[in-house]
């Protein structure tokens, strides 16, 4: 991507300021967990999603909420577990074009505990445990950049929990 597809500051700032702040948030946050047992990794499935596929349990950011709170209340609505985040695998810019939605996936891996529930989110549809030897076929994703997720996880991305820091202005 080159720097002309972009609005040059000289014309950003001679915009209004409510519109300045529009193009400035266009940016959506997704958390996504990963949660593998034994040789296994949950995944979900979404009805009238417009990519079709297995993702990671997990969505966008509330206003008001944290990406770690995010995280843990994506899991519980779309799978019915609890977890307890023990880090992230990474954090993940979609490449966009200039009228493409811009996302940032933050991915954190974790352990699931207690009893499964039941799941409150209504759209997903499909909530498996699949064999880590069975998901190389990137057909089967919802996008490419969940097979590349995998595979850092697979290959022991991991960061703590605690570079991600809260605070107030």
């Known amino acids: 991507?080159?720097?002309?597809?972009?609005?040059k500051p000289s014309v950003?700032?001679?915009l209004d300021k409510t519109l300045r702040d529009k193009l400035s948030a266009r940016l959506k946050v997704f958390c996504g967990v990963i949660i593998q047992e034994g040789d296994k990794i949950l995944l979900v499935k979404e009805a009238g999603h417009k990519y079709k596929g297995y993702d990671f349990p997990g969505g966008k950011l509330m206003w008001g909420e944290n990406l770690l709170t995010c995280a843990v209340r994506e899991v519980l609505e779309e799978t019915g577990y609890r977890c307890k985040l023990t880090g992230?695998?990474?954090?993940?810019?979609?490449?966009?074009?200039?009228?493409?939605?811009?996302?940032?996936?933050f991915i954190f891996c974790a352990e699931k505990y207690g009893r499964k529930s039941t799941p409150k989110d209504i759209t997903v549809t499909t909530v498996s445990w699949l064999k880590i030897s069975k998901l190389q076929d990137p057909k089967m994703y919802r996008g490419l950049g969940v097979m590349q997720e995998i595979k850092d996880y697979l290959n022991g991305s991991r960061y703590p929990i605690d570079m991600i820091k809260l605070f107030k202005w």
Request: net charge negative; proline share 0%.
């Open 88 to 105: 992230i695998v990474g954090i993940y810019q979609k490449d966009v074009e200039m009228d493409d939605q811009d996302y940032l996936r």
């Open 1 to 7: 991507m080159n720097s002309k597809e972009y609005i």
């Open 12 to 14: 950003y700032y001679k």
